[in-house]
């Protein structure tokens, strides 16, 4: 019904800049929230930020906030990650997730739809 393929991610010095894309396909009217998720090996997945269908709401991690950017281009149907001054405990494989439901959530669980993911390395 929803497919997600994220873009964008690389090895970056700390202190850079990245944007991630994720790109929707399907039936993507039915999205109502997007978000980005991270994973750093051995680590559970952490919730990074959020953004209604309009882009009126957004929601940020404490750990992300001021440093990173969530947009949305709905005539695009892609949803943008703009990450700067990046620090090495940014490192993780990104994941876009996609949620049906209009209510603001940072549950891994609660997302119906997720991207493979995108690799960001910040080296120190």
């Known amino acids: 019904q929803v497919q997600l393929v994220e873009s964008g991610g690389g090895l970056v010095q700390a202190g850079g800049s990245l944007r991630l894309s994720c790109a929707a396909s399907?039936?993507?009217?039915?999205?109502?929230?997007m978000a980005w998720f991270r994973q750093a090996p051995g680590k559970e997945r952490e919730f990074v930020a959020t953004?209604?269908?309009?882009?009126?709401?957004?929601y940020y991690a404490d750990s992300v906030k001021g440093r990173i950017t969530i947009s949305r281009d709905n005539a695009k149907n892609t949803v943008y990650l703009q990450m700067n001054s990046l620090e090495p405990e940014d490192t993780a494989i990104y994941y876009c997730?996609?949620?049906?439901?209009?209510?603001?959530?940072?549950?891994?669980?609660?997302?119906?739809?997720w991207g493979q993911g995108t690799q960001v390395t910040v080296s120190s």
């Open positions: 953004i209604s269908r309009s882009g009126g709401i957004t």
């Open positions: 399907g039936r993507t009217s039915s999205i109502y929230y």
């Open positions: 997730a996609a949620d049906l439901q209009a209510f603001l959530t940072t549950s891994s669980s609660r997302y119906d739809y």
